[in-house]
């Protein structure tokens, strides 16, 4: 079969393919966008298990660069819903005419860069081959769910999924249902589904911190405020750290001396509802500052031992570590523990022995049960890269290049000897709200790829114009990346963000800290230096090394 020619090819269709399509498509460059699932939606095509819920305010979780459908757009809740973030991204594929140029239930098999012809040899599950200018990936970071290894899980006889690949007809009224993780995921469906089902039975490695999301009705008057105001907001997300349209704090917790004042200040926050504005909107140090970690700490867990009636469940549900997971917030998790249907097991104390055709056994005995849901998160980042073969210029793959030092780039979009390769929200891009995150790497991308383009257009030769990372650039980036993380406790907790939920992974910084505002102060200095940290653009890629 002839290999069909396109300039770019765009692997997902969530929020960064269908941003990077309409920038491509702006361009003038023939465009396609692949996606395995059945339609647009990335992350949440896949998760659509009770509860799912963004936790950023609704007015945030959006595209900003549409300034008409920003002011028309209803959404009716502080937070929005799976279904409704699902809804709102097929509205802007059919607004901007994007569908045309998407293809569902499609994979990315391989892709080999060919040095000869200077263009990424691409296979489709389909079995059609591309060659490809420009190949994005707009995975995103959470896309390989992981499934625990515990025996015995084929031998269930009910019904068992994960939360990322929730089936559609699994009504679980009335039943008896066990949920393994307690994360953002596990966080959401048990407060989602505890009224309504039998029984519930919440088996627990790690206790969490959640805090209240605020999540209510939004009043005409808020909605105007916004509506007046998106120009103001969005300049502050973009000189912000975290993107969630708070202003972080700048007070050291140790500058509060007094314990009712530190109190008082995490009682508003809770009271204000968020997870990321109760870490980051209060003090300006909780992720480095023991101490004023532990006093956050201990406040949850004082709101967990006043909400949960019985002391016994209070006391399992009550975590010890430090609090530097990913902040979660909640729509009365902890209350449901109140009802009587509801149970928490703490595998730390019994853990699961196996799964048995009726159930769970864990060292305290059989939980029997109708369902099961693995809300036992994902291989975050890299994972979604591995399932897939990435060939670049010196014969590696992805995997194998990340292989020895864990997932590594330059600005989160760029890797070192695979020319004209681009990663929305790659490994050490911002630990941010992700719609801005994923903004400020298409444009970045984008701005690569025009200048290419106007170079190799320029020269009418299809040897230069090729963007390619300097290893050296590279180094310092993850050098600096190193630098933002240290001395916080995220590296000390046992989460996905460094790689430490799957075993066997190699733990390694998969994020840059350093919060928006910086990120693209570095994005600014590169492309205002001439692409600083790019192979000069003139001069074709190196031969295989
Ligand atoms: P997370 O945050 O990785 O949570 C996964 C949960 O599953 C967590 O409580 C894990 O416990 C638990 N888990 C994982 N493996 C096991 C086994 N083998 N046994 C028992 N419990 C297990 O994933 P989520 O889907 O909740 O959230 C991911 C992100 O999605 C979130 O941060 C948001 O950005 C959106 P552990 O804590 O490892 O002890």
Redesign the pocket.
């Known amino acids: 079969m002839a290999a069909t020619q396109l300039d770019a090819l765009i692997v997902g269709a969530g929020f960064s393919g269908i941003y990077q399509l309409y920038r491509l498509r702006q361009l003038g460059l023939s465009t396609r966008v692949v996606d395995m699932a059945g339609d647009v939606g990335g ?1 949440w095509y896949w ?1 659509r298990y009770p509860g799912a819920m963004s ?1 950023t305010e609704s007015y945030l979780y959006r595209f900003s660069w549409d300034e008409e459908d920003l002011l028309t757009y209803p959404w009716s809740r502080h937070y929005v819903k799976g279904p409704q973030v699902l809804e709102y991204l097929r509205h802007v594929v059919e607004r901007h005419d994007l569908r045309k140029d998407m293809q569902f239930n499609t994979e990315l098999v391989s892709a080999d860069w060919n040095g000869q012809s200077n263009h990424w040899d691409v296979r489709l599950s389909t079995g059609e081959v591309l060659k490809v200018r420009y190949l994005i990936t707009a995975l995103g ?2 896309s390989k769910a ?1 499934y ?3 025996p015995g899980a084929s031998t269930f006889t009910g019904t068992l999924c994960h ?2 690949a929730w089936p559609e007809d699994l009504d679980l009224t009335g039943k008896r249902v066990g949920v ?9 469906v048990i407060t989602d589904i505890a009224s309504r089902v039998k029984s519930l039975t919440c ?4 206790p ?1 911190y959640s805090v209240p999301s605020g999540d209510r009705p939004v009043e005409p008057e808020y909605r105007k405020w916004v509506n007046e105001n998106y120009d103001q907001i969005f300049d502050q997300v973009r000189n912000s750290i975290v993107g969630f349209g708070f202003t972080e704090s700048t007070v050291p917790f140790k500058s509060v001396t007094s314990a009712e004042e530190r109190d008082a200040i995490f009682e508003e926050l809770w009271n204000k509802g968020n997870g990321f504005r109760f870490f980051f909107g209060g003090f300006c140090d909780l992720a480095i500052d023991r101490e004023g970690n532990e006093a956050a700490c201990a406040f949850i867990r004082k709101k967990i031992s006043q909400i949960v009636k019985d002391p016994e469940k209070a006391r399992k549900l009550s975590p010890h570590e430090y609090y530097a ?2 902040p ?1 917030c909640d729509a009365g998790y902890f209350e449901q523990f109140n009802r009587p249907n509801v149970d928490i097991v703490h ?2 104390e019994t ?2 022995v196996s799964i048995r055709p009726q159930g769970i056994e864990t060292t305290a005995g059989l939980v029997e049960l109708d369902v099961i849901v ?5 291989d ?1 980042i890299d994972g979604s890269y591995n399932r897939i073969r990435i060939r670049g210029r010196d014969g590696l793959t992805l995997k194998e290049k990340w292989e020895p030092r864990g997932p590594t780039s330059y600005l989160g979009v760029a890797v070192p000897s695979f020319p004209n390769l681009f990663l929305i929200t790659g490994p050490q891009g911002p630990f941010t709200n ?1 719609p801005p995150a994923i903004e400020a790497h298409v444009d970045l991308t984008t701005r690569l790829i025009t200048h290419a383009e106007e170079v190799r257009k320029a020269q009418g030769d299809d040897s230069v114009g090729l963007i390619e990372a300097l290893p050296e650039a590279e180094q310092e980036w993850c050098q600096r990346c190193e630098n933002m993380a240290a001395g916080t406790l995220f590296h000390e907790s ?4 460094f790689g ?2 799957i075993p066997g992974k190699k733990i390694a910084l998969r994020f840059y800290f350093g919060g928006l505002k910086s990120f693209y102060e570095a994005v600014n200095h590169v492309i205002e230096a001439d692409y600083e940290g790019f192979r000069p653009i003139n001069q074709s890629s190196p031969a295989k090394i």
């Open positions: 992350t998760n936790d970071l959470l992981n625990p290894d515990i939360t990322a393994i993780g307690c994360g953002s995921t596990g966080v959401q088996f627990q490695r790690s969490q997971r990913r979660l595998l730390r853990p699961i693995f809300a036992t998160g994902f975050a992700l046992a989460s996905w963000i430490r939920n």
